[in-house]
């Protein structure tokens, strides 16, 4: 195991669960090795410290995934944090999509943000009767590592609000948050096509139109980040048999939009890539999955994917350096 869990922590008690904290070092990429995880959401937090959100990848021979065999079965969010990016705390599962009462299953793609002491976590879940749609949930926490209830008991996005996506019930998926400089928090989601909308301050409630940002190439997986003056819509795009990512930046957030090209190739043995921009102690970083990590005999898949981090860095201009994915990665 190329990972060492060097020690245990610490019991953590959260509403009657038992977290395990566990320690691991970052020998380079993938980045964690004690689980499959797939759809990184960096998030930086006031006590300092980088917290990173992502799926939990369990497709197993004889755990058949909602894709196939070796599809998706992602049943839960993890969650891991850092100080220095060398050393990180693995602090289980935060949430399940069945915490949502309305919702079936299916942990696909999150993002949390801290606004006020609170942690607002946006994700995608399947919902139950009567909705049967991919939908954009909210939960909210008041620590980093949840609890994380249910903000508002039903769906922040579902499918009968978006009916001018391309891929109908389907569209509903991967939201990305963020809180411009006077305050405003912007929403942006989907698959096929790329949603955007602002939220009312109190982050639960979708304010005013819904309208689409037409992005060259766009498949699903965007991630909303602003610097300088400048917002990047940074996301998973279409490459030659898998996907890649690209990058689009704008003066104002509902465009217009200019392309800028691919920032990675494809993940290493991977359909499916997914972005997650971060600023941490004045260095710039890109998450991504990839799917080469080989766990308890079980080898690479569609739906056994794992987080990778590499350097990410800025031209003058503002536009961004092709990202190398490396086995390095930022490891010391
Ligand atoms: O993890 C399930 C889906 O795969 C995500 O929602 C997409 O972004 C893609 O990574």
């Not at 038992?18 to 960096?42: C, E, H, S, V």
């Not at 891991?80 to 949502?100: A, L, N, R, V």
């Not at 001018?164 to 991967?174: A, L, V």
């Not at 104002?252 to 043995?269: A, C, H, R, Y």
Request: proline content about 5%; glycine content about 10%.
């Amino acid at each position: 195991m190329k990972k060492i869990i060097t020690s245990l922590a610490a019991i953590t008690l959260f509403s009657s669960a038992i977290t395990a904290q566990t320690t691991l070092k970052n020998t380079g990429n993938p980045l964690f090795t004690d689980n499959y995880t797939a759809d990184p959401a960096p998030m930086v937090a006031s006590d300092g410290k980088l917290y990173l959100y992502c799926g939990h990848d369990e497709c197993f021979e004889d755990s058949v995934g909602f894709e196939g065999q070796y599809g998706f079965n992602i049943t839960e969010w993890l969650c891991y944090s850092t100080e220095d990016m060398q050393t990180w705390t693995s602090h289980g599962s935060i949430m399940k999509p069945t915490d949502f009462k309305w919702a079936k299953g299916e942990a696909w793609a999150a993002q949390a943000i801290e606004k006020d002491g609170k942690f607002y976590f946006y994700t995608t879940v399947q919902a139950a009767d009567p909705l049967n749609c991919k939908c954009v949930a909210v939960a909210v926490a008041d620590s980093p590592t949840g609890p994380f209830k249910d903000a508002i008991g039903k769906p922040l996005v579902e499918d009968k609000m978006t009916p001018n996506g391309e891929r109908g019930w389907w569209n509903d998926i991967d939201p990305t948050i963020l809180i411009d400089d006077d305050g405003t928090p912007w929403l942006c989601w989907g698959n096929g096509t790329c949603f955007l909308a602002r939220l009312k301050k109190n982050m639960v409630e979708i304010d005013g139109e819904i309208i689409t940002l037409p992005m060259q190439n766009y498949v699903e997986g965007p991630w909303l980040s602003k610097r300088n003056g400048l917002y990047y819509l940074t996301y998973a795009s279409m490459g030659k048999g898998s996907e890649t990512i690209s990058y689009a930046t704008a003066k104002n957030i509902t465009g217009p939009w200019t392309f800028q090209g691919e920032l990675t190739g494809s993940g290493k043995d991977s359909f499916t890539i997914h972005p997650g921009l971060i600023n941490f102690k004045g260095k710039d970083y890109l998450f991504y999955h990839n799917s080469t990590l080989s766990l308890n005999g079980y080898g690479p898949a569609t739906g056994r994917r794992s987080v990778c981090v590499d350097k990410l860095k800025y031209n003058a201009d503002g536009t961004m350096q092709k990202v190398i994915q490396t086995e390095k990665g930022v490891s010391k």
